[in-house]
């Protein structure tokens, strides 16, 4: 059958826009949302109110100043603001590159919220928890497969979290070894993700970073300088957010290896290599995947997420507690890790999340990883073929090479040629109800702009995105004010980031926008601005790079 | 297998055979093969995962997890007075319906051009928690308040320039090992003594600790044993005069009743979110908090993301936005304020609804309801031979020690036969806390009748007639 679908431009998009009161505004004295059971009058009868128990200063005498609203207007309220919101299922969400965003299935989503799984408390007898510890004993089971690791903990409740953890190993290692004062620096390269070098300073190491070549990558020779008696360790992204995969990667691992170092493995990039290579075999210690990316578990609008971190067996000693084990008796939690970095996050981490996971990994089998990872490296590169296409796009460094799952690509010479920054772009592109987002740390990539495919969207999406970069590239070429002046059809106009950033005026609360309302004359109030100055307000959220 | 006979599956639609020839065709590359030239052949994976064949059927999945699953046993399907940091509250279906919809869950990072809704709800969620507890700041939520007490104590110590901090020596130790970790080695965990007889902290030895190096004394109320820290105010006074900060963990679930911790000296406030409109879903339900006055040098420590509100170039247009993002790690790597990077966002979403649907009467009638219950329990409790409950002497909110030393039995003992009985018994402390011997943690929320409470009541008797 001839196929029917075809990639359109959304011309006439125009997301919901309900002008929706904030919830404060909704207040209404004596309305409520909901009622709270009463305690059975037999309890009432033998204790009274409660109160009379409480010392005097510890009862509250002035109720919170919570707005009172009836049920409906509250479910409409936020309806309404779940309307102005894209998300992933209704966005070809591909514009959030290194966040990986997926389908997130939403029989996933429905298991998680089974009450089998919901209404558990992790303090229960294992004995009523078989179910959830084999899940998570399973877990543990097929990302050693994956990355041909030893041992995972499920316990980070992010990525970022998974590097606090190897950071915290490698203190530990140290410190174990009696090297705990004089092993002080941890190394990682510029596009590793900003959290390696924040976390390993949160620790108290001194972050040495490796800056890229013109290939975009770290090279073994300046990691060879940078190494020393001081090294505790490094900790990298493979491929970075340029796509770029570091063929030398096992080479990297050795010279940490051989300065007494051990090296964790930032697989925020995986998706594109399960099943084609491994954490192990280019002889990392440690690596953490994303389940929140990779494997398919929803962001959240920022949370929860997972990050389960595997290591090898000489480090297994090191995880958090508690470790799920299995013996003839079945599941149970194991907290006896004399070694063990102790507690990280209260349980056993983002439990529901891994489910999910779990469940996605079910799904799709051996055979079906890898086809993730091989349909998003395809569709990486054709986007890159074509998005190399459009006129002022280009993609900085290694020309010619391939990538695996993500490109950092650049509007510079759209930029030289119109004026037209990659934040007007990324304004104009939400007119069309996609995103488009100007990419994090670091600063390096002129006019920067990351796309991450994944598996999951169609040929036909991902030629609209396509069309939807050439139309408003050509529009920055021929009508540059258009898409300086956007968005049009967004929920809201161009954002005044003055406000944010100064301290008498950030409003970072209901209470915070009354009081500076009246103080600083906070424009977000309703009526006239006092700046509407477009300069003032195409300030880019995302600023100039610090020296470095 | 089904995606090599060509069936193709559900989540990758360009798996068809045809579609990736005319994307390679595309490409310019003969197979897919050829896009992986970057990585040499000694780090190629060329064996079979160990991963079962996959279940692509959407009902089979379900039948398969399902199947797993039902070897739980849920505290739906017993009675539970299990609490320790993780509350089996009541779930409003509206949490659910709104916490759950597709347009929060599989949204990100978007900005306020995109995720517009997501930036109100979450400003929404700092602005109601703010009033909860009586501050003018509530961050984004972190991973859970073991995070937000750690934080808040590296904010202490930013702040002060000061390197030691002081806890009590009966909190969570699970918290207790979180804090150590993540202070190391910058800055000092001291723990401190408490009376015996109450658990409230040894002012003595604080007065004794604190000093020019001291950053931050920390306390919770209700504490992790349940009782409430009634010396808040001294505490406060104490730590303001030695020029530390006061971070003080408390129960959201409380504040309609208690105190909010700014009531008795409180900078910064931490905990955790689950109780308001979060399923447990073992432990996995957290999300943390800190919030604090609006103070520039104290608000810049802030690691979290902070949304606020905002104009746009149309008069009168409303929208949202980071604030002063360039204190992040996003923005600056290692010499941002620690690290931000995904939270539990969706958390914040289903406690934004909660507080709206709770407002000041329904937090009230809450907190009174669980005071209520609790002290029902234990008035029953210790009417039994040989319990005493409250173990520890003083008030308390929702939970409370049991101290079974007299009766002769072990806790693991009579937790054991209680759950013959379908009764989830309060969490056994006799390894944690070796002082206070035989006895266990009891909490109670509004899911516990009174009817359960009773025939737990008459279940217990009858195991400790029986012993």
Known sequence: ?548 | MPIQEGRGHPYIPNAVPAVKAEMLAAIGARSIAELYGDIPESLRYRGTMKIPEAIDSELLLRRHVEGILAANTSCDEATSFLGGGCYNHYVPVICDEIGRRSEFITAYTGRAYEDFGRYQVIWEYQSLMAELLDMDICNVPTYDGFQASCTSLRMAGRYTGRKQVVVPCNISPDRLKAIRNYCEPVLAVETLKADPRSGRMDLTHLQAVLGPATAAVYFENPAYLGFLESQGARIAEMAHDAGALVVVGADPSSLGVLTPPSGYGADLVCGDIQALGNHMSLGGGMGGFIASRDEEKLVMEYPSRLYGITGTVEAGERAFGEVAFERTSLARREHGKEFVGTGAASHAIAACVYLALMGPGGMRDLGLHLLQKAQYLAQRLSALPGVRAPGLKGPFFKEFVVDFNATGLAVAEINQALLRERIFGGKDLSADFPRLGQSALYCVTELVSQEEIDRFIKVLAGILGGK
Not at chain 1, 197 to 216: E, P, S, W
Not at chain 1, 341 to 360: D, E, H, M, N, S
Not at chain 1, 402 to 427: H, M, N, P
Not at chain 1, 433 to 439: K, P, R, T, V, Y
């Open chain 1, 1 to 548: 059958m001839d196929t029917r679908r075809t990639a359109k431009v959304r011309n006439h998009f125009h997301q919901a826009k309900w002008d929706e009161e904030l919830l404060f505004e909704l207040h209404k004295p004596g309305e409520r949302g909901l009622v709270v059971a009463p305690v059975e009058p037999g309890i009432a009868a033998a204790v009274g109110d409660g109160l009379a128990a409480l010392p005097a200063g510890m009862v509250r005498q002035r109720p919170p100043a919570l707005p009172e609203i009836g049920q409906m207007r509250i479910v409409k309220h936020f309806m309404r603001l779940s309307q102005e919101n894209l998300g992933g299922d209704l966005n070809i969400d591909i514009g959030q590159g290194t966040c990986t965003v997926k389908y997130n299935p939403k029989v996933n989503d429905v298991l998680a919220g089974n009450a089998k799984l919901a209404q558990l408390h992790p303090l229960q007898d294992p004995r009523t928890l078989q179910g959830a510890l084999q899940v998570l004993h399973t877990l543990d089971l097929y990302l050693r497969e994956i990355s041909g690791m030893d041992r995972f903990s499920l316990q980070p409740a992010s990525g970022s979290a998974a590097i606090l953890n190897m950071v915290s190993i490698i203190q530990a290692y140290h410190k174990d070894r009696g090297e705990a004062g004089t092993r002080d620096e941890i190394i990682t390269t510029i596009f590793s993700h900003p959290s390696d070098a924040a976390v390993a300073a949160v620790k108290g190491f001194k972050v040495i970073t490796l800056m890229q070549n013109d290939d975009g990558l770290a090279t073994v020779e300046d990691l060879r300088k940078a190494v020393g008696p001081r090294t505790a360790g490094m900790l990298v992204t493979n491929p970075e957010d340029t796509g770029i995969f570091n063929p030398r990667i096992a080479e990297f691992v050795q010279v940490v290896h051989d300065a007494g170092g051990i090296c964790g493995y930032d697989q925020a990039n995986a998706n594109g290599l399960l099943g084609i290579t491994r954490a192990r075999s280019a002889g990392f210690d440690m690596c953490f995947f994303n389940l929140h990316k990779t494997f398919g578990t929803p962001h959240g609008s920022g949370g929860p997420g997972s990050g389960a971190l595997g290591v090898t067996g000489a480090l297994a000693g090191f995880l958090p507690v508690p470790l799920v084990e299995h013996d003839e008796r079945g599941y149970f939690l194991d907290t006896d890790l004399p070694k063990s970095i102790g507690k990280t996050r209260a349980f056993y981490g983002c439990v529901q999340v891994a489910l999910k996971a779990y469940a996605w990994i079910r799904a799709l089998g051996a055979e079906g990883l890898r086809e993730v990872a091989e349909v998003a490296v395809l569709n990486n590169n054709y986007l890159l073929e074509k998005i190399k296409r459009i006129r002022g796009a280009s993609a900085p460094f290694a020309p010619g090479r391939r990538r695996i799952e993500q490109v950092r690509y650049s509007w510079e010479q759209l930029f030289k040629d119109t004026g037209v920054t990659s934040e007007d772009i990324a304004l104009r592109v939400a007119d069309f109800g996609l995103h488009m987002w100007a990419s994090h740390h670091p600063f390096i990539v002129p006019q920067p702009f990351t796309i991450e495919p994944t598996e999951s969207y169609s040929k036909e999406e991902l030629d609209e995105y396509i069309g939807v970069l050439t139309q408003v590239a050509e529009e920055a070429y021929t009508h540059p004010e258009l898409v300086q002046t956007a968005p049009h059809r967004s929920v809201c106009h161009r954002i005044k980031h003055e406000d944010l950033d100064d301290p008498a005026r950030w409003a970072i609360t209901w209470r915070l926008f009354q009081r500076k309302q009246k103080v600083a004359g906070l424009s977000a109030a309703r009526g006239p601005l006092a700046d509407p100055s477009p300069q003032g307000c195409a300030r880019q959220g995302h600023r100039v790079p610090e020296g470095r």
